[in-house]
């Protein structure tokens, strides 16, 4: 979850209840390797960084070749999703993205050596899609009164706003509003949903849902069918995106998977 305030440091495990894979590997004897855009720190891997994406693909081959035997190393790549927030995933700029990563992982993958690619497993995929919107259609949530009126309150007065996100938002809300600004929101064609009807409904996965995790959870929280929902006076710029994801629409849930022996992919 999101909030205006500097983010909450919470223990590892305790919003979701399980526990790190890199702290699963390395009792298993594996050495776990990260390779990001910037430096995420944490315990029982090794982090690797690279500045842009053209850098991308040596990179990845240092990472790999540093790995120990038995080896891991994830790379992330957050580009394809920036280009797809600003223009979309229709446009030029979006297949041209999406080809240079591909460009980029190739390259890599010929800098590693015949035995070690035999002996290489290559997975692919993405956390998700993306709902293309139109900006001008994307409904700001602090012009609808009803809602914004029936916002808990933080210890300074201001309600309480940044959960979620465009897709997803969690309205968390004063002790028996949410019939109202569920009526409030009927008219947008958006689907709302009370807590305990979206955990009930596993839409947040069908692990068992921690007490942390509650209380992050909005008391109603509304995905759009096809816009974007978020609050204009906060952040604009987040009714500006055209790529959006976290909602229920196939395009943004299910992504590509595909795994094969490195060695080929000659």
Known sequence: MKSGAAAERVPEGSVIGCESLYARMRDAGVDCHRL??????????????YDGL?????????????SGDPGYVYAYVPHVDHVSHAEGTD??????????????????????????????????????????????ANLDLSANEAVTGNLRRHA?????????????VHLHLRPGT????????????????????????????????????????GDLIVTHRDSGVWFGDVEPEKLSYVGIHGGLNPAEMLVPFAAARASALD
């Open 91 to 136: 446009g030029r700029a979006y297949g041209e993205t999406v080809a240079t990563v591909c460009e980029q992982v190739t390259a890599a993958l010929r800098r590693v050596d015949r035995r070690t690619a035999e002996r290489t497993l290559l997975l692919v995929t993405a956390d998700h899609g993306h709902v293309n919107t139109d900006p001008d």
């Open 54 to 66: 053209g850098s991308f693909g040596e990179r990845l081959s240092a990472a790999v070749a540093a």
């Open 156 to 168: 300074d007065g201001t309600p309480v706003k940044m959960s979620g996100s465009p897709r997803n």
């Open 36 to 49: 990001q855009p910037f430096d995420a720190g944490g315990e029982d891997v090794t982090q690797h960084v």
């Open 178 to 217: 949410v019939p109202d600004a569920r009526r409030a929101l009927s008219d947008h064609d958006a689907r709302t949903f009370t807590r305990r009807e979206a955990i009930d409904r596993d839409l947040f996965g069908d692990r068992p849902v921690s007490d942390r995790f509650r209380r992050r959870c």
